[in-house]
């Protein structure tokens, strides 16, 4: 509750000091007309479900998918991974590629058995890609897209930002044909997921995403391009529950929606399920960059602790910080019908 008011106290500031009181930009609507989105992705069973909500989405036109080398997958089974599943929706031409393996500052990573697990795919399969891997960088394919595009281009970050930090540092032009970068991570009045995932990592305030190159979720947040933050603050509203799940297996009309249940039901992900202990994170980010009414939004002055220590990759409301649109909420219960009607829509 402290921080909630440090943040309300903080954007009665910003509102008073001259050229910080400029309101944050707001993405263009998505009302009908095909907009080109790029995925960045760490290729978690998360975004597996969150890559196919937008694949099957008719308003979306997804240009590009880049891996996250430091995040879950690997970048050879990510990229392979990633290609089957645009070829499971229909659209094997798009072009996937990835970035580097090592975060912008320190040595922090996902844990190894965590990576293994998404590498196979946690143990089910997909339809090959015959389209050839890119021979671009993740940066370069990030630059190329967004520079290229005849209109403003929407982008999906899932995973660690290195990509995307990497490609506003190495051309920072780029940010002006970028109408809104929705960022799955952080923690900002909410405890982390890192010290609670059995990492044996002394850190309760971090989320992963951020966790594992701090330096890097900075560096986007202070480039000037426009940033939607969708933290555990508004992802800890969408569980995936087990009556979902059964809802699910009774709901599942295409190959997008199978592959979904298998992940949901018959991997290891079911145990973290009842548990409680599994939330539709990316999905919802996904979710929010097409109908941003599933999501209340407030205005937060955010920096990101980037030294080691057991604050490191903190989302921290700060007086120094960025003003970040965030999301606060979800709507459970839209988000649900609208993640199952996509997905079980005929192919756009």
């Excluded at 480039?223 to 569980?239: C, M």
């Amino acid at each position: 509750m402290f921080l909630k008011l440090l943040a309300i106290s903080l954007a009665l500031v910003l509102t008073a000091c001259g050229s910080q009181s400029t309101p944050h930009p707001t993405p263009t609507p998505f009302t009908g007309a095909v907009r080109p989105v790029i995925i960045d992705t760490d290729m978690d069973a998360s975004d597996w479900m969150a890559i196919l909500y937008l694949l099957n989405r008719p308003d979306v036109s997804v240009e590009a998918i880049t891996v996250s080398g430091t995040g879950e997958a690997h970048c050879e089974p990510g990229i392979k991974n990633a290609m089957s599943l645009t070829a499971l929706a229909g659209q094997p031409e798009i072009p996937v590629s990835c970035g580097r393996t090592t975060p912008l500052q320190g040595d922090h990573a996902f844990p190894s058995d965590w990576r293994t697990r998404v590498d196979a795919l946690a143990g089910l399969t997909l339809p090959s890609n015959p389209e050839p891997v890119t021979p671009q960088s993740a940066v370069e394919l990030l630059t190329d897209k967004i520079s290229s595009m005849p209109e403003k281009v929407t982008i999906l970050a899932l995973g660690p930002f290195t990509n995307l930090a990497e490609a506003l540092q190495s051309a920072p032009e780029i940010k002006g044909n970028i109408d809104m970068v929705y960022l799955m991570g952080g923690a900002v009045d909410v405890p982390g997921n890192v010290g609670t995932s059995q990492a044996d990592i002394n850190n309760q305030l971090a989320e992963w995403n951020i966790y594992v190159d701090p330096r890097a979720a900075a560096i986007v947040l202070q480039s000037g391009a426009p940033v939607t933050l969708i933290p555990l603050d508004a992802t800890d509203h969408v569980p995936v529950t087990t009556d979902f799940v059964e809802r699910l297996k009774d709901d599942r009309q295409t190959p997008e929606t199978m592959f979904i249940y298998d992940v949901l039901s018959k991997t290891q992900y079911y145990n973290f399920v009842q548990i409680g202990g599994y939330y539709f994170w990316d999905p919802s980010a996904a979710a929010i960059l097409t109908d941003n009414s599933l999501s209340d939004f407030e205005t937060w002055a955010i920096s990101v602790i980037e030294e080691e220590g057991d604050q490191s990759g903190w989302t921290q409301a700060s007086e120094s910080g960025t003003p970040v649109r965030m999301a606060v909420d979800v709507d459970t219960e839209r988000f649900e019908q609208l993640f199952l009607d996509t997905l079980n829509a005929p192919e756009k």
